[in-house]
């Protein structure tokens, strides 16, 4: 059932009520997989490290040949042979035996501990071939057992976690070439307005140039999602209704700005029937952005944002965010709220709900001018980085109150 004129958690919940978590998958390279949403359980497949090693440079060697070394009685072992990382030695210590050895590098069978370098203070013979040792060890004294770091068969990666680089980096440790991640949402976005053009090309009288368009795209391509469609239209309902039924069968989801509000280009009201497209809902109590519609063709949603610039930005953050944390299994995206105390006054009246441009800077949030916060105006976001949301019915706010941001 179609639902006008509804609050923000309303309309929030009937779009992911709408979405389906993304199933399709694929395989990726780990390395090539940075930002991507993990499709299975990672288990270690062997232990980590591989073998018993050295934690730093001196002499793997047994710690029961030591017992009773003294500085009065040093013991002298036989270096036998040296072991680099990357390298091993196929000996097994016997008795009074050591080998060199480097950070890294396997421990031999036979010995238990590692002196470090540092700590033979007997000396050395002149060939290096005997180490005289003037203290005691434990039994795997600098000892760093194998799978010391990750034991095989440990569940190391849970499906749906986001892969950043340490993630990566235990992938690779893990020796894992691939990785099966969820598909990326597919997304089209579509800017509508007879009035638009695109930069590069001249300024005519009654145009503009978009912002619209490239503002949507590059936010979803931060959220890695570059839109597999991106295209300027008119306001021509049946033309927009057929670029959106060519778009269906490629997408996840369809987003649209302009022509949803009550004027005579306000094409959606045509657009969706022609379309035979399901209105859930449309106009939501919060400025900007009121008229944002919501529709589903063909199973795929279809988010109608207003022109207005901040409006644009601002419903997208509200009402499309949600559902690409959800579809896409981003946890990531859903939007942090915090509270934090204004810099400056806010006097005008809010009736309904409205979300205002802010600068969030250590608990404390400062609002551009007054006059600069419609809907309509882009350039005073810049450098913003949140939303205010200042409920219905708040009365004047002035410097010190407390208010709920959203970080964008
Ligand atoms: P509409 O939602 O189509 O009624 O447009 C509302 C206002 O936003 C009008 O002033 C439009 O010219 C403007 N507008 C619509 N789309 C865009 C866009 N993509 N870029 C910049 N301004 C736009
Ligand atoms: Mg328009």
């Known amino acids: 059932m ?9 309309a929030v919940e009937i779009i992911l009520n709408t979405g389906n978590r993304m199933k399709r998958t694929q395989f990726v390279f780990t390395k090539e997989a940075n930002g991507r949403i993990l499709a299975e359980d990672i288990y270690a497949s062997f232990d980590n490290p591989p073998f018993h090693r050295s934690p730093l440079d001196g002499f793997a060697l047994r710690s029961k040949d030591l017992v009773g070394a003294s500085k009065e009685m040093p013991k002298p072992i036989q270096v036998i042979d040296t072991v680099y990382a990357g390298g091993f030695c196929s000996r097994t210590l016997n008795q009074g035996e050591a080998v060199r050895i480097m950070t890294g590098a396997p421990i031999p069978d036979g010995a238990d501990c590692v002196i470090r370098l540092e700590d033979i203070n ?3 013979n002149e060939e290096n071939t005997l180490i005289l040792v003037d203290r005691e060890l434990e039994q795997y004294e600098n000892f760093c057992f194998k799978g010391e770091d990750v034991k095989k068969g440990t569940l190391l990666l849970k499906k749906g976690v986001k892969l950043t680089y340490i993630e990566q980096g235990i992938l690779s440790s893990l020796g894992v070439e691939q990785v099966k991640v969820y598909d990326k949402l597919r997304a089209a976005v579509f800017a509508t307005g007879d009035e638009l053009i695109e930069p590069g090309t001249e300024l005519k009288p009654g145009k503009i140039y978009d912002s619209n368009l490239l503002m949507l795209y590059a936010r979803l391509c931060e959220f890695g ?11 021509e309902p049946e033309k927009v209704a057929d670029a959106i039924k060519q778009s269906c069968e490629r997408v996840d989801l ?3 700005t302009g022509g949803v509000s009550v004027g005579d280009k306000d094409i959606f009201h045509e657009v969706l029937p022609i379309l035979k497209a399901e209105r859930l809902f449309w106009k939501v109590n919060l400025k900007p952005g009121t008229p944002a519609m919501f529709a589903i063709y063909e199973g795929v949603p279809m988010f109608h944002l207003s022109g207005n610039p901040f409006a644009a930005a601002t419903t997208f953050e509200l009402l499309v965010r949600p559902y690409l944390a959800k579809a896409g299994r981003d946890e990531s995206l859903y939007t942090v709220r915090k509270r934090a105390v204004l810099e400056d006054d806010f006097i005008k009246i809010s009736n309904g709900r409205r979300f205002i441009r802010g600068k969030m800077e250590e608990g404390k949030v400062s609002i551009p001018p007054a006059a600069k916060h419609s809907s309509g105006m882009l350039a ?6 949140c939303l205010i949301d200042i409920p219905t019915g708040s009365g004047e706010l002035y410097k010190g109150s407390e208010v709920e941001i959203l970080l964008l």
């Open 380 to 385: 005073s976001m810049a450098g913003c980085n």
């Open 2 to 10: 179609e639902q006008i004129g509804i609050e923000l958690e309303q």
């Open 225 to 235: 999602i570059t839109p597999v469609i991106a295209k300027h239209l008119s306001d």
């Open 122 to 124: 007997g000396g050395f």
């Open 254 to 256: 369809v987003i649209t």
